[in-house]
């Protein structure tokens, strides 16, 4: 006589996983997918378009007002009323 009703069994608990793994895998399957050429194709267009700052290299020299990096002005914007 089973001394545990309600402790599930070895092969129940497997099946649950399974179940559980299977699902898993059913919404990966269903997640959008992109093609490599496609996606490989959009991230090189992207970095020919896109203006990188820290590569002048390839860019070219950046002036102070354009550079996001460069040291901010000294002193304060306030206006004194």
Same mark, same amino acid.
Request: aromatic residues 4%.
């Given at each position: 006589m089973?001394?545990r009703?309600?402790?599930q ?24 997918r992109?093609?490599?050429s ?6 090189i267009? &992207? ?14 020299p ?5 550079d /996001? &990096?460069? /040291?901010?002005?000294?002193g304060c914007?306030?206006?004194v009323?």
């Amino acid at each position: 006589m089973n001394s545990r009703p309600h402790k599930q069994s070895m092969s129940e608990l497997k099946l649950r996983r399974l179940t559980e793994h299977n699902q898993r895998l059913r919404e990966d399957l269903s997640r959008p997918r992109a093609r490599v050429s496609e996606a490989s194709a959009s991230l090189i267009r &992207y970095c020919k378009t896109t203006k990188d700052h820290l590569i002048p290299s390839v860019w070219g020299p950046v002036t102070k007002g354009e550079d /996001p &990096y460069a /040291p901010q002005a000294t002193g304060c914007n306030c206006t004194v009323m």
